[in-house]
């Protein structure tokens, strides 16, 4: 025997439950989250989405078990369970999206990754089957029938490896496709104070393709404005997160979550689309312009024109175009949102068709879930107890079993009563939006008397399907809001008193009867939206004194331009009609 030989170590065979495991591992299980598996979540975060910040950040979940959080003090990301709990999404970045695997085995959901780096994943997996050329050597010579059954199998799990990565990159390829990347700026303003606002050459993508997104930044924002399809998406840059929600994955257009759009309807049900949203019914989509510019205050105004669910067909959608003018600040983190809708009939640029003047239209943002908290402030309460919901000044959770929060409408309170900001956002890690509306001629037109409301309701929507969410919802014109004497609204025997003391007080006409819905010809209003990263007071257990402050201050800037909005406003027509 050679000794020399003998001496070497001896090479032992690798057992089956040694062998690499050619299907991914789960790389955390949901249910241990935040618990045993937090520190495998966050090494999944670095290792996979390079999220080095993951290391010290806090982990949370929601109350419903269906979203993680991972927050520092500059940074968050969340991981969203669908409703099926087959799929996951963690949302970071600038509106980075990556879908997740979710299995349940043993009775636990277990979280496996599409990689975004499909090659690593490919040599990963090809030098995993490399290693094991020793083993199946040892395997051929000794159990040679043994061996064609395991090149069988391990032709079939290479197989499988195969399909499984071929799938990941067409689902990548799907959410790239999706994304807004902007690349060429067309304006530029900088103010002293380190302030800016960027304008971005519009993007195509697969939601944009022909006039794609304009991109409007600031250090506290990213509007992006689809061209194509007339709606908006508000990228929180402090919580570096997406903060509106588009989802028109329920094709049966029952379910429709379309970030900021504005919607169209009718309650008789004659026309054939009961509600039109201009997300997906403006065929031609919208048109831009930079009207104004103050470099000295740095602010811009930026016009969009053609808000509409126009169609050529005959007695299809409605007969009503909408303007939205964006007022941006350099270093601030609100804009203004001012909206004037016009109604084609009742202009004389159309002719007369009850089934496409629309008795009810809505601009809803659609807000992520986490914003579940909310509170007003100002605004007149005193009349609105005797039949309706209260102004919720108190700190107010929204459940989910609600389905639809009705807090005030023009029949409990003319909008000269409503509250002057509303706040939704998340108590627990921080981030929230402030809905603040300005007195004067955005808020009702006295010349107007009872039809002077530019807002008839203010509602708070609490969203399930296709995926949970927050809707504020306003309405500038809808039958059952204003002075109706419908059942809904005449539930007290003394309602007809308690709105003359209403009419009294504002000096306004009680009109003892319904008022129609149809009869006007321009509405214009506005908000002054304000982002909000550590809003709520622990201490108070309120929201704290500078959150309003900053609301307050939003609205003083926007008296600061509300002139040249009504003027610029005011001397535009219909893009439809401009000859």
């Given at each position: 025997?050679?000794?020399?030989?003998?001496?070497?170590?001896?090479?032992?065979?690798?057992?089956?439950?040694?062998?690499?495991?050619?299907?991914?591992?789960?790389?955390?299980?949901?249910?241990?989250?935040?618990?045993?598996?937090?520190?495998?979540?966050?090494?999944?975060?670095?290792?996979?989405?390079?999220?080095?910040?993951?290391?010290?950040?806090?982990?949370?979940?929601?109350?419903?078990?269906?979203?993680?959080?991972?927050?520092?003090?500059?940074?968050?990301?969340?991981?969203?369970?669908?409703?099926?709990?087959?799929?996951?999404?963690?949302?970071?970045?600038?509106?980075?999206?990556?879908?997740?695997?979710?299995?349940?085995?043993?009775?636990?959901?277990?979280?496996?990754?599409?990689?975004?780096?499909?090659?690593?994943?490919?040599?990963?997996?090809?030098?995993?089957?490399?290693?094991?050329?020793?083993?199946?050597?040892?395997?051929?010579?000794?159990?040679?029938?043994?061996?064609?059954?395991?090149?069988?199998?391990?032709?079939?799990?290479?197989?499988?490896?195969?399909?499984?990565?071929?799938?990941?990159?067409?689902?990548?390829?799907?959410?790239?496709?999706?994304?807004?990347?902007?690349?060429?700026?067309?304006?530029?303003?900088?103010?002293?104070?380190?302030?800016?606002?960027?304008?971005?050459?519009?993007?195509?993508?697969?939601?944009?393709?022909?006039?794609?997104?304009?991109?409007?930044?600031?250090?506290?924002?990213?509007?992006?404005?689809?061209?194509?399809?007339?709606?908006?998406?508000?990228?929180?840059?402090?919580?570096?997160?997406?903060?509106?929600?588009?989802?028109?994955?329920?094709?049966?257009?029952?379910?429709?979550?379309?970030?900021?759009?504005?919607?169209?309807?009718?309650?008789?049900?004659?026309?054939?689309?009961?509600?039109?949203?201009?997300?997906?019914?403006?065929?031609?989509?919208?048109?831009?312009?930079?009207?104004?510019?103050?470099?000295?205050?740095?602010?811009v105004l930026i016009d969009t024109e053609g808000w509409d669910t126009l169609q050529i067909d005959e007695g299809k959608l409605y007969?009503?175009?909408?303007?939205?003018?964006?007022g941006v600040f350099a270093n601030k983190p609100y804009f203004i949102n001012a909206v004037e809708l016009s109604n084609l009939q009742?202009?004389?640029?159309?002719?007369?068709?009850?089934?496409?003047?629309?008795?009810?239209?809505?601009?809803?943002?659609?807000?992520?879930?986490?914003?579940?908290?909310?509170?007003?402030?100002?605004?007149?309460?005193?009349?609105?107890?005797?039949?309706?919901?209260?102004?919720?000044?108190?700190?107010?959770?929204?459940?989910?079993?609600?389905?639809?929060?009705?807090?005030?409408?023009?029949?409990?309170?003319?909008?000269?009563?409503?509250?002057?900001?509303?706040?939704?956002?998340?108590?627990?890690?921080?981030?929230?939006?402030?809905?603040?509306?300005?007195?004067?001629?955005?808020?009702?037109?006295?010349?107007?008397?009872?039809?002077?409301?530019?807002?008839?309701?203010?509602?708070?929507?609490?969203?399930?399907?296709?995926?949970?969410?927050?809707?504020?919802?306003?309405?500038?014109?809808?039958?059952?809001?204003?002075?109706?004497?419908?059942?809904?609204?005449?539930?007290?025997?003394?309602?007809?008193?308690?709105?003359?003391?209403?009419?009294?007080?504002?000096?306004?006409?009680?009109?003892?009867?319904?008022?129609?819905?149809?009869?006007?010809?321009?509405?214009?209003?506005?908000?002054?939206?304000?982002?909000?990263?550590?809003?709520?007071?622990?201490?108070?257990?309120?929201?704290?004194?500078?959150?309003?402050?900053?609301?307050?201050?939003?609205?003083?800037?926007?008296?600061?331009?509300?002139?040249?909005?009504?003027?610029?406003?005011?001397?535009?027509?219909?893009?439809?009609?401009?000859?």
């Amino acid at each position: 025997m050679n000794k020399e030989k003998s001496r070497q170590p001896q090479k032992k065979a690798c057992r089956i439950d040694q062998q690499p495991n050619f299907f991914s591992a789960y790389r955390f299980r949901w249910d241990n989250v935040p618990g045993d598996d937090t520190g495998k979540l966050k090494n999944f975060l670095k290792d996979e989405f390079t999220i080095d910040w993951a290391e010290d950040a806090e982990i949370t979940k929601s109350d419903d078990d269906m979203t993680i959080y991972i927050s520092t003090d500059k940074h968050s990301a969340e991981i969203i369970m669908d409703d099926n709990k087959k799929k996951a999404t963690l949302k970071i970045r600038y509106g980075e999206t990556h879908n997740l695997k979710v299995k349940k085995e043993g009775g636990k959901l277990n979280i496996y990754s599409y990689s975004s780096s499909i090659w690593r994943r490919v040599v990963k997996k090809l030098r995993a089957v490399l290693t094991l050329n020793e083993f199946i050597n040892r395997i051929r010579k000794e159990h040679p029938i043994l061996s064609f059954v395991i090149i069988l199998l391990l032709s079939a799990v290479v197989s499988v490896v195969v399909a499984d990565l071929y799938h990941d990159l067409i689902d990548q390829n799907e959410e790239k496709s999706a994304k807004i990347k902007h690349t060429a700026m067309i304006d530029n303003l900088t103010t002293e104070d380190n302030g800016y606002i960027h304008i971005w050459e519009p993007c195509t993508n697969s939601n944009a393709p022909e006039k794609g997104w304009l991109g409007v930044e600031n250090p506290f924002y990213m509007l992006n404005i689809n061209l194509d399809h007339s709606y908006y998406m508000i990228f929180d840059k402090e919580r570096d997160k997406e903060i509106l929600v588009y989802d028109d994955t329920d094709k049966s257009g029952f379910n429709l979550l379309t970030g900021c759009d504005l919607g169209f309807a009718d309650h008789g049900g004659d026309n054939p689309i009961q509600y039109a949203t201009t997300a997906i019914h403006d065929t031609n989509g919208i048109e831009y312009e930079l009207v104004y510019k103050d470099r000295d205050r740095g602010f811009v105004l930026i016009d969009t024109e053609g808000w509409d669910t126009l169609q050529i067909d005959e007695g299809k959608l409605y007969d009503v175009e909408a303007e939205v003018m964006f007022g941006v600040f350099a270093n601030k983190p609100y804009f203004i949102n001012a909206v004037e809708l016009s109604n084609l009939q009742g202009m004389g640029y159309v002719s007369q068709n009850p089934i496409k003047n629309p008795d009810e239209i809505v601009q809803s943002w659609v807000l992520i879930d986490e914003y579940r908290y909310m509170c007003c402030m100002e605004g007149e309460d005193n009349f609105t107890a005797k039949w309706r919901t209260p102004l919720s000044y108190d700190f107010t959770k929204i459940k989910g079993d609600d389905e639809r929060k009705l807090w005030h409408v023009g029949s409990a309170s003319f909008s000269k009563m409503f509250p002057e900001h509303i706040l939704l956002g998340d108590k627990n890690i921080g981030g929230g939006v402030i809905f603040s509306l300005p007195e004067g001629e955005f808020r009702f037109v006295d010349s107007l008397d009872v039809y002077g409301d530019q807002i008839v309701g203010e509602f708070i929507i609490n969203v399930e399907k296709p995926q949970k969410a927050i809707t504020f919802t306003v309405n500038p014109v809808n039958e059952h809001l204003f002075f109706y004497d419908s059942f809904e609204f005449n539930a007290s025997e003394d309602y007809k008193d308690w709105m003359k003391r209403i009419c009294e007080i504002y000096n306004l006409t009680y009109p003892n009867g319904t008022l129609d819905a149809h009869n006007w010809q321009t509405k214009r209003y506005a908000y002054v939206i304000t982002l909000i990263d550590q809003w709520y007071d622990k201490n108070a257990n309120q929201v704290s004194n500078e959150t309003w402050a900053l609301a307050d201050q939003g609205l003083r800037d926007f008296y600061s331009y509300q002139e040249i909005i009504s003027k610029k406003m005011k001397e535009t027509t219909p893009l439809s009609y401009q000859f």
